[in-house]
């Protein structure tokens, strides 16, 4: 059996100056490494630190675990 993780299209992004939540588009993802977070037509370049994905944009600073992740099994 070949099993696929599969990772969602949105993420919920945190606003860390005032702990707003939004749900952003992500796009170039990349597990553990990096992620574009879209909220509106602006795009939010993120890093991943070791524990949250962590970007700036606007003077306010907005984090994210990350999209949900699910498993495709294959086979019989």
């Not at 993780?5 to 170039?28: F, G, L, P, R, S």
Request: with cysteine; aromatic share 10%; proline share 3%.
């Amino acid at each position: 059996m070949n099993n696929k993780v599969v990772y969602a299209n949105e993420a919920v992004i945190v606003c860390t100056n005032n702990d707003k939540e939004v749900i952003a588009e992500i796009d170039n993802f990349k597990f553990e490494q990096h992620l574009d977070a879209y909220i509106a037509t602006n795009r939010i370049p993120m890093r991943w630190t070791g524990r949250v994905y962590v970007g700036n944009a606007h003077g306010m600073e907005f984090t994210t675990t990350g999209p949900k992740e699910s498993v495709k099994y294959s086979g019989r």
